[in-house]
């Protein structure tokens, strides 16, 4: 929240939320605050490969709830791009044999299974306030809320020691999570869920196991064969075929 703080401060852009506004902002706030506890409890049970490849159904979700509670209307050209990318993500998962998707299976991959909605119920409830509103204002109004809502479990299970035991990297990478993946990350959402409607800024989400494969080969060794190809090169036309077919823009 101080970053969003500083920036806002930088840019000179005033407050402004009504007291309507906080209704949806209050409940966003919740959501992501139960989403964000239930990612990180379901990456204990499961791996960050099976999570990035989950996670990529969000847009489908979210594109479903688009339609049945903001009425956007989902064309062919971004059904089509959702079933190509979904197919392209079925092949990625399998490695070309479909018959070999047992890996929703732990608890951990159903809790992030679980994280999909509740993504796709965070964006919808916040699209309509982030339209009228500055989307770094919305950004803190969730985040104030967000924190008030883990400050009780975190003041519960806060402990000192394990904190103060944490190593370079791994205060590196909670500084990443905090700034990158939290602040600058949650603003750029709304900016474009703002710019593009929720259903269409959905269909970027199918990039994420895609950058999460280009560093998962050099990094871990994971292997890349014709199927990751050829899956990956679904997955980009889907998006591709649904930003181009949308028939509504906000």
């Not at 000179?12 to 139960?34: C, H, K, M, N, Y």
């Not at 089509?80 to 079925?90: C, D, E, F, K, R």
């Amino acid at each position: 929240m101080p970053l969003l703080i500083v920036i806002l401060a930088v840019r000179r852009t005033p407050f402004e939320l009504s007291r309507a506004d906080w209704v949806p902002i209050g409940a966003a706030g919740g959501i992501f605050a139960f989403h964000f506890v239930l990612q990180l409890t379901g990456l204990r049970a499961t791996t960050a490969t099976n999570t990035g490849w989950i996670i990529a159904f969000t847009p489908l979700t979210l594109a479903l709830l688009s339609w049945a509670v903001l009425r956007e209307r989902i064309g062919r050209g971004i059904a089509g791009g959702i079933a190509i990318a979904t197919l392209g993500i079925v092949v990625l998962v399998s490695r070309g044999n479909p018959a070999d998707l047992g890996w929703v299976r732990s608890v951990g991959d159903w809790m992030i299974l679980a994280s999909t909605l509740t993504w796709a119920l965070y964006t919808v409830t916040t699209r309509n306030v982030v339209t009228r509103r500055d989307p770094l204002v919305v950004t803190l109004g969730i985040s104030m809320a967000a924190a008030i809502c883990i400050a009780v479990p975190f003041i519960a299970a806060f402990d000192s020691e394990r904190i103060l035991s944490l190593s370079g990297r791994g205060l590196a990478s909670l500084l990443y999570l905090a700034v990158a993946g939290s602040v600058l990350g949650q603003w750029f959402w709304q900016h474009g869920v703002a710019k593009l409607g929720a259903a269409r800024a959905g269909m970027y989400l199918y990039l994420e196991p895609l950058a999460t494969l280009a560093l998962a080969v050099p990094m871990l060794d994971e292997p890349f064969g014709v199927w990751v190809a050829i899956g990956g090169a679904l997955v980009l036309a889907g998006v591709y075929v649904g930003q181009q077919g949308l028939e509504t823009k906000d």
